[in-house]
Structures are given as C-alpha cells and as structure tokens.
T-cell receptor
C-alpha cells in the first residue's frame, strides 16, 4: 500500500516562530488532507489539498502532486497550535485515507 | 463541529465483553469510515460503507464488525475484547462523489475505549 512519511517527528518552538511540516507519499493520490489533533484527541480538518496551494489565516499548505510531497506552514505560532499534525492521503481510486505517523508540535510560551 | 456524531464518548469495559460504537454521518453523506487510533499502531483504517454496502476493508479484526443502516448511521461492534483493543475509535464521513467539496473526509470526535 501507499507509504506516507512525515517530518520532523517532533518539533518544539517558541511562541511567534514559524515552522514547516513535510509529508512525502509514495504513489499518486486523489486526496490529501492535513489534520490537527488537539490534546483532547479531536481531529480537526485543516486543508483538503490534493494539489496546489491554500491559505487559512496563519496556516498555509502546498502540495506538489507530481513530486509527491506536501508542506504545511505555520506562521507566528501560538501555544494553541500545539498538538499532532497528520497528513493523510487516498491513493488511486480509493476514498479511505492512509495516515502518516504525525508531527508532534509543542509551542512554548 | 464536523457534523459527524459519535457515541459514547468514553467507555470502560472488561476483557471478553462486547461493545457497540455508534456514528451518525454528516447530513447527506453516504460514505462512513471507521478508524482506530492506538499508541502502537497509529491511525488505522478499519472499514468503509457506502449507502449501506461495505465498500473497502482495512486492518479490521475478525472480532470486529460494522454495518450501515438505511438511515445511514453506522455501528461498529467489538467483541471478545482484549486489553490491546483499548484505543480511540473514529468515525468519519464524506460527501457523494462529484460534489463541490470534493473528497474531503470529516471526522467525528471519537469514542475512547478502555478495556480493563
């Protein structure tokens, strides 16, 4: 099956700093989503981005489908950004998502 | 709020028992997915239903089963529970193909299962 690799596995930032999270995938995809899992376990949709670039406030994402990677940018990080960020993809004609192992982000005050 | 509703939010049960987790998808969504998140296995796809029919199967144990009812809600049945089944179980739903929202999959808040 498709492989999804996220880096870095852990990231510690000072409040106000910027960061870039990366997701590499091993095959062509029809869906790519970024999620934020907060400390209460909720999975929050950040972006649906199988290709192109999107922005939502301090967050933006870019997917280069031909090169099989996606990037999530977090600017001016806040303590509430802490949690685990997951990249998930659907390969080929499948609709179910395959998740990466996540990036654990900790933002210090 | 994603619009996907899961009950119960928390459940503690003993080994060997059987539990049922319930999911109501977003209004109008025909696809329902079940995922398991455990510390050692990460987030794993279990099974997908589309309009009442099983569409795809992932790493679902034989002790687990699911169904989707005519009103589109779904239930995940976990039987002969073991300590290792302790996990966060997510339900998700997605719109029918061709809709403007594309293939976006929306997750519920999850059901925390603890087997003691």
């Amino acid at each position: 099956g498709i492989q999804v690799e996220q880096s870095p596995p852990d990231l510690i930032l000072q409040e106000g700093a910027n960061s870039t999270l990366r997701c590499n995938f091993s095959d062509s995809v029809n869906n790519l989503q970024w999620f934020h899992q907060n400390p209460w376990g909720q999975l929050i949709n950040l972006f649906y981005i199988p290709s192109g670039t999107k922005q939502n406030g301090r967050l933006s994402a870019t997917t280069v489908a031909t090169e099989r990677y996606s990037l999530l940018y977090i600017s001016s990080s806040q303590t509430t950004d802490s949690g685990v960020y997951f990249c998930a993809v659907s390969p080929g004609s499948a609709r179910q998502l395959t998740f990466g192992s996540g990036t654990q982000l900790t933002v210090l005050p | 709020d994603s619009g996907v509703t899961q009950t119960p939010k928390h459940l503690i049960t003993a080994t060997g028992q059987r539990v049922t987790l319930r999911c109501s998808p977003r209004s109008g969504d025909l696809s329902v997915y079940w995922y398991q998140q455990s510390l050692d296995q990460g987030l794993q796809f279990l099974i997908q239903y589309y309009n009442g029919e099983e569409r795809a199967k992932g790493n679902i144990l034989e002790r687990f089963s699911a169904q989707q009812f005519p009103d589109l809600h779904s239930e995940l049945n976990l039987s002969s529970l073991e300590l290792g089944d302790s996990a966060l179980y997510f339900c998700a739903s997605s719109p029918r193909l061709g809709q403007l929202s594309g293939n976006t999959i929306y997750f519920g808040e999850g059901s925390w299962l603890t087997v003691v």
